[in-house]
């Protein structure tokens, strides 16, 4: 079986440019959560969305906001990005909505220049 | 708020030594602790997890940890560690209720054959 995968691998944007990361869950998972990971530091949880609706919401501002297809897949949008953005995104997915069990996707590297 | 504290940032250890990697969270309430293992070029994945009753649990690939309530403290041991051990560990708590995990910023274990 696949696992969670994610799309692009890697991605280079500007300063004030916007991005669309997407994650496909395994197959069967209801819950999608995203997590951004700085250089030298832990996951830091960003959403958590179960049943297309959001469930969860992290400290991060209203630039970053995420959906939930019919199918599970999920998108992260971040608008005018800024330095600090520059991170690894993962998401993870779980049957349901407790965090029992994550599987994590291997993430999108995002630079922003 | 929940914080998770790993004191070592850079373990160094020799095939067969003893392995015991820190972890302390902060948070009042009922919570669910995890330990996941990042390998080189591989995704996170989940190495044990305690949610209740026997506060010694035991993951895979011989790895246990131990809750201690009194300390706020979730420790990872391995009696003998193996060169394939060579990975990223990250504790992680989830506070009860909540839907975000909140992880410490890991620690790098390189084992020397």
């Known amino acids: 079986d696949a696992g969670v995968t994610q799309s692009p691998t890697h991605l280079i944007k500007t300063r004030g440019q916007q991005v669309t990361l997407r994650c496909s869950p395994i197959?069967?998972?209801?819950?999608v959560s995203w997590y951004q990971q700085v250089l030298g530091q832990g996951p830091q949880f960003i959403f958590q969305?179960?049943?297309?609706?959001?469930?969860g919401r992290g400290n991060f501002p209203d630039r970053f906001s995420a959906r939930q297809f019919p199918n599970y897949s999920s998108e992260l949008n971040v608008n005018a990005l800024l330095l600090g953005d520059s991170a690894l995104y993962l998401c993870?997915?779980?049957?349901?909505?407790?965090?029992?069990?994550?599987?994590f996707g291997s993430g999108t590297q995002l630079s922003v220049l | 708020a929940q914080s998770v504290s790993q004191h070592n940032h850079h373990v160094i250890l020799s095939e067969a030594a003893s392995l015991e990697l820190g972890c302390n969270y902060s948070y009042g309430g009922t919570v669910n602790l995890f330990w996941y293992v990042q390998y080189p070029g591989q995704h996170l994945q989940l190495l044990l997890k305690?949610?209740?009753?026997?506060?010694l649990v035991k993951g895979i690939k011989g790895f246990e940890a131990e809750f201690i309530k009194s300390k706020f403290s979730f420790n990872l041991r391995k009696p003998s560690v193996q060169w394939s051990d060579t990975a990223e560990y990250f504790c992680?708590?989830?506070?009860?209720?909540?839907?975000?995990?909140?992880f410490g910023s890991g620690t790098r274990l390189q084992v020397q054959p």
């Open positions: 969305y179960y049943e297309k609706e959001e469930r």
């Open positions: 197959s069967g998972h209801k819950s």
């Open positions: 993870a997915s779980s049957l349901e909505l407790t965090n029992e069990k994550l599987f």
């Open positions: 305690y949610f209740s009753g026997d506060p």
């Open positions: 992680a708590v989830n506070a009860r209720g909540r839907r975000a995990l909140t």
